[in-house]
T-cell receptor
Framework: RKEVEQDPGPFNVPEGATVAFNCTYS??????FFWYRQDCRKEPKLLMS???SGNEDGRFTAQLNRASQYISLLIRDSKLSDSATYLC???????????????FGKGTKLSVIP | SQTIHQWPATLVQPVGSPLSLECTVE??????LYWYRQAAGRGLQLLFY??????ISSEVPQNLSASRPQDRQFILSSKKLLLSDSGFYLC??????????FGPGTRLTVT
């Protein structure tokens, strides 16, 4: 099983739609979870951290299910500017002390269509 | 806030030529620094990380090397490039949390 798995998509949705991305991770000891956004030919940018209780930032909602080792990202009222690849990210068990390494999923591509 | 600089932005090099990519960080001290490569259509691959000056950990054996001569400077090098070294090279940092921030990247094409 891969450390972090995501549906590669692409997800093609109309403007205003709600879209959800899912991610599973293999390491039950992982403690930190994030969603990053990567625009075409650009660097990944931190979108939001994912907390155990779930968290919301405007149109974006992230949820964590530790029992199922599952993370989700919900985008409401999609905008054209939301078109990007969304990366699911967790910290691996075998990261060296103090190294703060992360494991990145390969990403889910979203295209929001006018 | 922290800023990460990378140069050059793009690079075209012939097979067998040397490589030197530089990353510098502003706005923080003693960061952890990382080099990633993203091949076309692929995920991020961690190449090296550093927790301090002169301290380099390699994640993937290959013909690349990294050095950290100063606290906020991280360099990726190769003596002889291979075609398979083509990709998008990203420098990232953490300020002792798990939240990583990336520089703008260097797009390398080996011909």
């Amino acid at each position: 099983r891969k450390e972090v798995e995501q549906d590669p998509g692409p997800f093609n949705v109309p403007e205003g739609a709600t879209v959800a991305f899912n991610c599973t991770y293999s390491n039950s000891a992982s403690q930190s979870f994030f969603w990053y956004r990567q625009d075409c030919r650009k660097e990944p940018k931190l979108l939001m951290s994912v907390y155990s209780s779930g968290n919301e930032d405007g149109r974006f909602t992230a949820q964590l299910n530790r029992a199922s080792q599952y993370i989700s990202l919900l985008i409401r009222d999609s905008k054209l500017s939301d078109s990007a690849t969304y990366l699911c990210v967790v910290n691996p068990l075998n990261s060296g002390a103090g190294s703060y390494q992360l494991t990145f999923g390969k990403g889910t591509k979203l295209s929001v269509i006018p | 806030s922290q800023t990460i600089h990378q140069w050059p932005a793009t690079l075209v090099q012939p097979v067998g030529s040397p490589l030197s990519l530089e990353c510098t960080v502003e706005g923080t001290s003693n960061p952890n620094l990382y080099w990633y490569r993203q091949a076309a259509g692929r995920g991020l691959q961690l190449l090296f990380y550093s927790v301090g000056i002169g301290q380099i950990s390699s994640e993937v054996p290959q013909n690349l090397s990294a050095s950290r001569p100063q606290d906020r400077q991280f360099i990726l090098s190769s003596k002889k490039l291979l075609l398979s070294d083509s990709g998008f090279y990203l420098c990232a940092m953490t300020a002792h949390t798990y939240e990583q921030y990336f520089g703008p990247g260097t797009r390398l094409t080996v011909t």
